[in-house]
C-alpha cells in the first residue's frame, strides 16, 4: 500500500478520506481474516534513521524504533530478534548483500501501514526491512526483486502465517532535498543525521501542507502525477511478471513518475517475496490519483495461487 503524511495532516477533503479508507477497510479484513503471527514491511526512509553519512541499499532490523514523525507511533516496536537475524544470514547466503541494524529507526514510511491496517504499530510481531528509494545513486531495480525473493524464500521456511508488505507511493515527486540542492542546514540533517527539533518538525509539516495545497490547484512547480505509469505498474504486478520490471531503469522511473516513484521498490521486494513460494493472486485492488496527497495512491492484496 502507498503511505502519505498527509493522510495525517489536515487539508485532505472528507469525500477523499473516506474513499481511501474504503480500500483499506477491505485490507483490514483481508488482514484480520488471515491474523499473521508476523509481519515482515519493507518501506523507506525519509532521512529520519537513514543519511547519507553512511546509506545502505537494504537494512534489516533485529531492533527498531519508531521515530514519531507526522504523528505515528514513538517508541520501541515488536521486533523478534532472532527471526530478524535468521532472515539476514539467510539473505547474504542467497548473495544479496544487506546491512544490519540493531537499533533501527523507522518513520511513517513503516509504521503509518501498520497503524492504518491493524490499528496500533505494536500489534504484532514485525521485522523492518530498508530498501532505500530516496538518495541516490540507486541500484538497479533488479536487485530489488532479488532482495525480495530471498526474503520469501526464508520465510517459506517458518510455520507461521506471516504477512508481508511492501509501502510506497507510485508515482509522485514531493519536495524532498536532495544532496545536490541541500542548504547546509539541509545538509547536517540528511548527511549528519543531526535530530529536527520539534519546532522544525512543525515548519515541515506546515510546508508540506502548503506544497499538497499548491499542488492541488496547479500552482506548483513539482512534477504531475502519471497515472499511466502507475496504471502500468499495477498491470505488471496484477500479472505476477516481475522480471518485466527488470527493464525499467532508474532514469525512467523518475522522468516518467517522479524521483520518489522509486519507492516502487518496497512492492517489487514484497510481490518479489510472495511469489518466491509460487504464483500469487491479487484481490483488493484500489487504485487513485491525489493531488492532494500529493501522490499516486495504490492498494493492493494478494495470496498463494
Known sequence: MSHSPLLNLPGPSQD???????????????????????????????????????????????????????????????????????????????????????????DHGTVQPLEKLFGTATARPMIPIFINSVATPLGPLHRCRALG????????????????????????????????????????RIVHGRPMTPEQR??????????????????????????????????????GDLAELDTWSNAFIAAEGGNSAHEIRTWVAAFAALAAVGAYKTAVR???????LIAGFAIRTAVSA
Not at 484500489?286 to 492532494?292: A, D, I, L
Open 286 to 292: 484500489y487504485y487513485r490519483p491525489v493531488p492532494e
Open 149 to 188: 525473493t530471498a526474503v520469501g524464500s526464508y520465510l517459506n521456511t517458518l510455520d507461521r502465517r506471516v504477512l508481508v508488505m511492501g509501502s510506497g507511493g507510485l508515482s509522485h515527486d514531493p519536495p524532498v532535498p536532495t544532496l545536490a540542492t541541500a542548504t547546509p542546514q539541509v545538509v547536517e
Open 16 to 106: 477523499l478520506l473516506d474513499d481511501i479508507d474504503g480500500a483499506l477497510t477491505q485490507a483490514r479484513e483481508f488482514v484480520a481474516d488471515f491474523n499473521p503471527e508476523l509481519v515482515v514491511i519493507f518501506a523507506p526512509d525519509h532521512y529520519n534513521g537513514f543519511f547519507y553519512r553512511t546509506m545502505p541499499p537494504f537494512c534489516i532490523g533485529t531492533e527498531a524504533q519508531g521515530v514519531g514523525d507526522y504523528g505515528t507511533h514513538q517508541g520501541p516496536l515488536d521486533v523478534p530478534e532472532a527471526t530478524a537475524v535468521a532472515c539476514a544470514k539467510a539473505v547474504l547466503s542467497a548473495g544479496v548483500d544487506l546491512a544490519v541494524s540493531a537499533a533501527m529507526d523507522v
Open 202 to 239: 512543525a515548519a515541515r509539516q506546515t510546508a508540506v501542507m502548503e506544497a499538497a495545497k499548491d499542488f492541488t490547484a496547479g500552482n506548483s512547480a513539482l512534477k504531475k502525477l502519471n497515472p499511466g505509469f502507475d496504471q502500468r505498474f499495477l498491470e505488471i504486478v496484477d500479472s
